[in-house]
């Protein structure tokens, strides 16, 4: 479903250019969640941004669901792929009522039927159809978060880029979000691209996994080697280490 081959990205310009993706490939099959982990700067999110079309200077090659993506985004890629992203109150705009941010793209993309098809986007994420003329700041995290998905989910369409869904949220909301991820993937048949420092988010969402380092990827592996403490690249398991260390330390904390 997704193919990234070769891909590459500078910023900036001569003497000055900073390659920020270093040859990152991989593939993503229909149905199958996907997650991109790494420390931060790594690269996880520059490549999302390259699916979605809001980055257009990159090298390589980029095709979904069998076909080549272009540098400029049209209307067949967002009705395709659709993204969530980090902070569900920065990417909703706060004078919009949920109703108007589920309404664009659909005025955009001239669908018919719009109140059925919003009424019934926000039924799909947990929501009730009440929800409709309420502004962000009358949302809490989750239900913003959920409105999110909505928007993403209102053309219908095939894969979700998903920027770190849940790090905004408290961590009992989290899991409620995990699980809505599972199910609609699930209900939906929707394909998954996650990016995630958090590797515990990977082990419930995700079948494989990418490990970003400095713009490239270093290993890719099922997410049950991530589970058993399998992964073979000392930056992975760097990673695994620190995951493991820090929820040992913040237990007590919590108690």
């Known amino acids: 479903m997704i193919d990234v081959r070769q891909l590459n990205l500078h910023f900036g310009q001569g003497a000055k250019a900073t390659h920020v993706l270093k040859d990152v490939s991989f593939s993503v099959a229909q149905g199958e969640s996907f997650g991109l982990v790494g420390e931060s700067g790594s690269g996880k999110t520059t490549v999302l941004r390259c699916l979605a079309g809001l980055l257009t200077h990159w090298q390589g090659e980029l095709a979904i669901a069998g076909k080549p993506v272009g540098r400029a985004l049209d209307f067949a890629r967002s009705e395709l792929v659709q ?32 109140h059925v098809r919003i009424d019934e986007a926000l039924i799909k994420v947990g929501l ?40 905004a949220l408290d961590v009992s909301v989290q899991a409620e979000i995990l699980n809505l991820l599972a199910d609609l993937r699930q ?10 420092h958090d590797l515990g988010v990977v082990a419930q969402l995700c079948d494989r ?47």
Do not use: C, N
């Not at 690249?233 to 760097?238: D, L, V």
């Open 128 to 167: 009730s159809p009440d929800f409709r003329d309420r502004f962000p700041h009358q949302l809490s995290g989750g239900q913003r978060q959920r409105v999110a998905i909505a928007r993403a989910l209102v053309l219908q369409p095939r894969v979700l880029l998903l920027d770190e869904p849940t790090s």
């Open 187 to 196: 209900k939906e048949g929707l394909t998954y691209l996650l990016v995630t």
């Open 209 to 255: 996994l990418a490990v970003m380092q400095a713009g490239q990827i270093v290993e890719t592996l099922p997410t049950q080697s991530l589970i058993d403490g399998t992964p073979r690249h000392p930056y992975t398991q760097m990673l695994v280490h620190a995951s493991l260390s820090y929820s040992r330390q913040a237990a007590p904390a919590a108690a």
């Open 83 to 114: 993204m969530v992203f980090q902070d569900p109150y920065g990417s909703l705009h706060p004078r919009q009522t949920v109703a108007r941010a589920l309404a664009e793209p659909l005025l955009i993309h001239r669908r018919d039927q719009r």
